[in-house]
T-cell receptor, first 114, second 110 residues
Framework: DTGVSQNPRHKITKRGQNVTFRCDPI?????LYWYRQTLGQGPEFLTY????????KSRLLSDRFSAERPKGSFSTLEIQRTEQGDSAMYLC????????????FGNGTRLTVT | QKEVEQNSGPLSVPEGAIASLNCTYS??????FFWYRQYSGKSPELIMF????GDKEDGRFTAQLNKASQYVSLLIRDSQPSDSATYLC??????????FGKGNQVVVIP
């Protein structure tokens, strides 16, 4: 399978705990994106990388969120001191460089904070 | 004003009919427009993209773009029960970021 891979698929955690998600993009793609989606809403942009460089981070993103893509391949998204409002589907996508390049999404990680 | 707006409520269409979805966007400098389909509990799946004014057809799907009026639409011909899903309009604006609307749910009634 050469699509975007995310794990875990589901994560249940208690408020205050830290969680980390992983994304493996399509190997030929050099851009990698993280989005968050809640019920009834479209995906909301969080951040994106071109190769290993984090080029943009949403102003809505709390300092508790951090993302890395150390070798320009897979990426991790960490949420520290989780809150119930962090419960959502976290989607990773990748694309080629280029303004018109469509994004291809992984299956997402569903986070539930209790 | 939201970057991408999809304001219609759930759309119910009989099997075989045409489903029509509309989307407006705020950034006049936007150049790339996409429609994604999302089944419940699944991730968005790209079904159409359009960059130029006019119509673009792919199988039973037609995307229409009018940059002067800042809207993009999606037509689904001969709707099938398998088309029942949420359809997300997405736009790459001048900030090079893909922004999504909240989606429109389509229900095809057999």
């Amino acid at each position: 399978d050469t699509g975007v891979s995310q794990n875990p698929r589901h994560k249940i955690t208690k408020r205050g705990q830290n969680v980390t998600f992983r994304c493996d993009p399509i190997s030929e793609h050099n851009r990698l994106y993280w989005y968050r989606q809640t019920l009834g809403q479209g995906p909301e942009f969080l951040t994106y990388f071109q190769n290993e460089a984090q080029l943009e981070k949403s102003r809505l993103l709390s300092d508790r969120f951090s993302a890395e893509r150390p070798k320009g391949s897979f990426s991790t998204l960490e949420i520290q001191r989780t809150e119930q409002g962090d419960s959502a589907m976290y989607l990773c996508a990748s694309s080629f460089t280029g303004a018109n390049s469509p994004l291809h999404f992984g299956n997402g990680t569903r986070l539930t904070v209790t | 004003q939201k970057e991408v707006e999809q304001n219609s409520g759930p759309l119910s269409v009989p099997e075989g009919a045409i489903a029509s979805l509309n989307c407006t966007y705020s950034d006049r400098g936007s150049q790339s427009f996409f429609w994604y389909r999302q089944y419940s509990g699944k991730s968005p799946e790209l079904i159409m993209f359009i960059y130029s004014n006019g119509d673009k057809e792919d199988g039973r799907f037609t995307a229409q773009l009018n940059k002067a009026s800042q809207y993009v639409s999606l037509l689904i011909r001969d709707s099938q029960p398998s088309d029942s899903a949420t359809y997300l309009c997405a736009v790459i604006g001048g900030n090079n970021r893909l922004a999504f609307g909240k989606g429109n749910q389509v229900v095809v009634i057999p």
